[in-house]
């Protein structure tokens, strides 16, 4: 699986962005696709999931970091093999590379794929 991140760029605090993931590849053994985020001098933390096999409006198909909930939102595009967050009220706390991440099915050996980062910088 390869995974092409973009959207990322310099957004004046209260404002919003979009991220898009790309799948490509084996995309029908992914289990679920996340963003993941690490500012400088920080640990890799998730910031939200999405389930990949399931209908995304199902119950426990999506889960999100306490400090985001409430102003982004991760969603799917099944056609496009395409996983979007969008990002609203940003601060400069949220300012990061975000990375997103597959994890595959466990029959397919549970292998986890990384894409490359796009930085989102947050001024206040």
């Known amino acids: 699986v390869q995974l092409q991140a973009s959207g990322g760029g310099l957004v004046q605090a209260g404002g919003s962005l979009r991220l898009s993931c790309a799948a490509s590849?084996?995309?029908?053994?992914?289990?679920?696709i996340g963003w993941y985020r690490q500012a400088p001098g920080k640990q890799r933390e998730l910031v939200a999931r999405?389930?990949?096999?399931?209908?995304?409006?199902?119950?426990?198909?999506?889960a999100y970091a306490d400090s985001v909930k409430g102003r982004f939102t991760i969603s799917r595009d099944s056609a496009q093999n395409t996983v979007y967050l969008q990002m609203n009220r940003l601060n400069p706390e949220d300012t990061a590379v975000y990375y997103c991440?597959?994890?595959?099915?466990?029959?397919?050996?549970?292998?986890?794929?990384w894409g490359q980062g796009t930085r989102v910088t947050v001024s206040s």
């Open positions: 590849g084996s995309t029908f053994s992914i289990n679920s």
């Open positions: 991440n597959a994890k595959m099915m466990i029959i397919a050996g549970g292998h986890e794929y």
């Open positions: 999405v389930a990949w096999g399931t209908p995304s409006n199902s119950a426990g198909s999506k």
